[in-house]
Each structure stands twice: as C-alpha cells, then as structure tokens.
C-alpha cells in the first residue's frame, strides 16, 4: 500500500493516486445525477494535491469546469494547458481584467470597477468575457448583500463586453448536522433562491447557477441547482471529520518518509529543541526526515504518531524544521531507510489526514494544504482503461 520513493534523491514525498480523483469526482458526478455539473475546486495547489495534476483528473472524472481562488492560479492552470472554463472566485481586481481576459477566466464580479474592467479588456479583444456574481446570503464574508445583487446584475449585464453567466453564493456550516445549522443552510439557501427569481423576472438568464461546496454537495440535495462546487470531497476528505458521507471516498493522498537513523537512547536522555521529553528506560528511537519545513506542524510535537512496519510509532520531543524522533519501541526490526508512513495506510494500519488533524487541532484541509513544495509529489496516473 506504500510507493517505493522517487528516484531523485527525494526522501519525503506525497503520493497522490489521480485514479482516486477520478474517482471521487466520478462518484460524485452520480449522486447529484443528471445535469448537475460539476465544478471541481482546484484553489491552493489543488489543496495540496497539486492544481493541474489535480484538475486533469477530476475532468477525467466528469467534472466539466474548474474553480480556484486567484487570477494568477487560473493562468497557471492554462499554462499548464487546461482548456475547460475557469471560474475565479475570490476578488480580483480592476488591474486583473487584461490577465483574466487573455487567459480566458470567468471572473467572479462584486464591483462595478472590475466589472466595467473586465467588459473594456474584452471590448479590446472582440469578445465577451464570462462572468459570475456572487450573493453574501450568510457567510460575512465577500459577496454583494442579497439586496444589492440584482440592480447590479441589471448594471453587468448592460455591460457590452461582458457574458453573465452565472451567479453562486457560498455556505458557512453545510457541513454541520445539527439542526440550528441545518436551517441556517436552507436559509442561506432561500435567500439566494430569492435572488434568482428576481434576477430572472428582470429577464436575465443565467446558465450557471450554483452554491454546494462539498458538504452541500453531499448533504444538502436541495442545492444543487445547475453545478456543484465541491473541493475537499474530490480529494476524498471529509467536509466534516465527525459525519461518514453517503458517497464512498478515499482519500487521493498519502505521506510517506524513510527512517533516517535508527538506535537505543539511554535512559535520561533528552530528546529534540527545548527538551521536552526525556527517556525514562532504554529507548529505540528512529529519526523520521520530514519538519515544519515540509508543512509538518510543530503542534504534533509530543502528541502525532507515524507508522513504520505497520505500526505506530509515537512521536517524542519536538518536531523541527527538517526532522522529528519517534519512539519505535515494539516495533521489530526497524531498519535504516524503512518507508514511513504519515498519512496513509501501512498493513492494517493507518493514519488518515483527519486524524493529523485532530492532533494539530486544525482540520484536514489545512493539512494536506499546508504540504510545501519541498515534499516532492509523486503521481500515480490513473489506469489507462480507467480513462473514459
Ligand atoms: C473553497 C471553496 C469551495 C470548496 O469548498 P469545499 O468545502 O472544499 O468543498 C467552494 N466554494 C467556494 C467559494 C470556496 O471558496
């Protein structure tokens, strides 16, 4: 269940299985059925997953249109030579029009400063830019207040160079079972349903309607409109570690190093910065090459564990920059370049991402995003008759 190392001299690595994207975004794709599209989110190197490495796959899958945060993101992702429509969601501003129209991006419109931008760099090009508004109906966050949307709507869409197709608002607790979050996910919902029907009674006709991120996607069928917006649940995490999803995913990602040392401390020895544990009985230890360097948080220090032959390995003292030490106690015949395993599975064993989570008291969106580019990613293409 472990992939041997890159050959490179690459010693930490994350190894994502794009047929496992694929398949997530496939599963997906079933359970909003029919016509639903699906928008899969890409933002933060794919969350980590890598973005075009990611986006490729999830098309595979049946996604048909990409999401990320920032203009710059969807340049790289054509660079990278993705075709498919590129929504933008977060703010770009009025000096973003000429990259957003060169590229080809569907901007996500909140002022008319950037609207009329974008409308004259398009005007320029002989086209017509693609272009979404987004409702604030409950997040706080970005967004035109559900009031002021559809005067503004009936103001882009005026605009000669642009192509409103679209309007999306974003959910603030989709993920949450209890009932109070529930209601508040319908309301939010019935506040953008409210804006709809005035903006199409004003005679405008969006084609891309939408607002499920992955825990409305999977949660909230009521939402689905014309497009879903998933993200985590394409990389096969949980929008909430604490509710099983009624789709079958596995997680795209796994972790893994290799031991970089291994020996028996004595007892009353102190091990790592600030010499916060110390051994209290002859103690194997391994060395594990991987540190906050790596976006390995330093929270897990004294409280993360690895595997290493299948089993756990508890990590003792702090985690640093480039290294950490774990306690191999138990473990039989731990050897020098043994692979180990941070998140992902070894044996019966396993450590899922959510579980990382928990020990660095964030969740598991934060984990595999926070991976940096010195973890060398290593693909695992998905099988060629797997590909339809
Ligand atoms: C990140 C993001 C998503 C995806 O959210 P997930 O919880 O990862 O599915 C969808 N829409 C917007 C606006 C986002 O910022």
Redesign the pocket.
Known sequence: MTTNPPADGAITYAVIDLSVIMHNVRALKAHVGGPVEVIA?V?ANGYGHGAAEAARAALAGGATRL?V?RVDEGVALRQAGLAAPILV?GYAPPDAAPFIVAHNLTATLTTWEAAQAVSAQAEAAGRRAPVHVKVDTGMGRFGLLPEEAAAFVDQVAALPGLDLEGMFT?FAVADEPAEASRAYTRQQFARFTDVLRAVAAAGHRLRVRHCA???ATLFHAETHLDAV?????IYGLR?NAEVAPPVALQPALALQSRVARVRTLPPGSSISYGRTYTTTRPTPVALVPVGYGDGYHRLLSNRGAVLINGQRAPIVGRVCMDQFVVDVTGIPDVKQDDTVVLIGAQGEARITAEEVARWAETIN?EVTTSLLPRVKRVYLPPAADDVR
């Not at 917006?229 to 649940?233: E, H, K, S, V, Y």
């Open positions: 989110v933002k999401a945060a969601m974003h991120n992955s825990a917006r998933p993200g985590i649940a929008p969106y």
